[in-house]
C-alpha cells in the first residue's frame, strides 16, 4: 500500500485528530510530527518497505494523541509532576490507541496500534502500561521508543533545557539493551547523522507529516 491508495476520509481524520491536539498543546503536535516523520527514517533505515515505513511515520504521529485527554494542569504543568500526576499522565497510551481504534477497520490504521499502545514499554521490563519485556514488546513500538525518547531529550521545555547531541547519544548507548532494542540503537546511531543530508527526499516521501506542518504553519 501506497499513500495514494488510502481513501480521502482516513486523511481528513487524521488531520483532524492532530488539529485538535495542536489545539490542546501545540508542543504535543509538534513533537508527534518529529516522532512520526523520524520514526519513517528509522523504518527506512532498517530495511522496512514502504507500507511499513507508513505505518511507522502514522505510529508516531498519534503516539501522543492521547493527551488530549489530559487535564490542562497537569499536561502543561511547568514543573515536575507529583506521584499521583505521573499516573495520569501513564494513561496517555492508552488514550492514544483508544482514539485511533475506531479507524482500524484500515489495515494502515489497525497496524499502528501496538506502536503506539507500547511505546513506554521498556525491554527490561520496567516500562508502562503492561511491564512487557523483550521481543514481547511489539517491533514498532521498540522503533517509536527510540524516536520519541531522543526527541524529548534533544528539545527544551519548562523544567528541562534540551540535551547536547554528545549527551543524547551516551543516554542511547548507556540505556541500550535496557530501556532502548540495542539493535534499533545501533541502527539510529549509524543512520541519524546522515537524515539533514537526506532531508529533501524524505520530506518528499512522507506520507503525511509534511502536509500537516505546511498547513499549521
Known amino acids: 500500500m501506497a499513500w495514494d491508495d488510502v481513501p480521502e476520509?482516513?486523511?481528513?481524520v487524521t488531520a483532524s485528530i492532530l488539529a485538535a491536539v495542536k489545539e490542546k498543546d501545540p508542543f504535543t503536535f509538534y513533537h508527534c510530527c518529529r516522532v512520526g516523520r523520524n520514526a519513517k527514517k528509522l523504518a527506512k533505515a532498517m530495511g522496512l518497505n514502504e507500507f511499513?515505513?507508513?505505518?511507522?511515520?502514522?505510529s508516531?504521529?498519534?503516539?501522543?494523541?492521547?493527551?488530549?485527554?489530559?487535564?490542562?494542569d497537569i499536561l502543561l504543568k511547568p514543573g515536575r509532576l507529583t506521584a499521583n500526576e505521573v499516573e495520569v499522565m501513564k494513561a496517555h497510551p492508552l488514550k492514544s490507541a483508544q482514539i485511533v481504534e475506531p479507524l482500524a477497520t484500515l489495515p494502515l490504521f489497525r497496524f499502528t496500534l501496538p506502536g503506539i499502545r507500547y511505546h513506554h514499554?521498556?525491554?527490561?521490563?520496567?516500562?508502562?502500561?503492561f511491564n512487557l519485556d523483550g521481543e514481547k514488546i511489539p517491533l514498532f513500538a521498540r522503533v517509536v521508543s527510540v524516536v520519541d525518547c531522543v526527541d524529548a531529550m534533544t528539545n527544551t521545555r519548562p523544567y528541562r533545557k534540551a540535551l547536547p547531541a554528545e549527551k543524547v547519544i551516551a543516554e542511547l548507548k548507556e540505556f541500550s539493551?535496557?530501556?532502548?532494542?540495542?539493535?534499533?540503537?545501533?541502527?539510529?546511531?549509524?543512520?541519524?547523522?546522515?537524515?539533514?543530508k537526506e532531508?529533501?527526499?524524505?520530506?518528499d516521501s512522507e506520507a503525511i507529516v509534511r502536509t500537516l506542518l505546511e498547513e499549521a504553519a
Open 60 to 72: 508516531g504521529l498519534f503516539h501522543d494523541v492521547g493527551k488530549v485527554g489530559v487535564p490542562d
Open 52 to 58: 511499513e515505513q507508513i505505518v511507522l511515520e502514522f
Open 121 to 129: 514499554e521498556r525491554i527490561d521490563g520496567t516500562g508502562y502500561p
Open 9 to 12: 476520509w482516513a486523511k481528513d
Open 199 to 203: 532531508e529533501k527526499d524524505d520530506h
Open 177 to 196: 539493551g535496557s530501556q532502548f532494542d540495542a539493535e534499533l540503537v545501533k541502527i539510529y546511531l549509524q543512520a541519524s547523522p546522515h537524515w539533514s
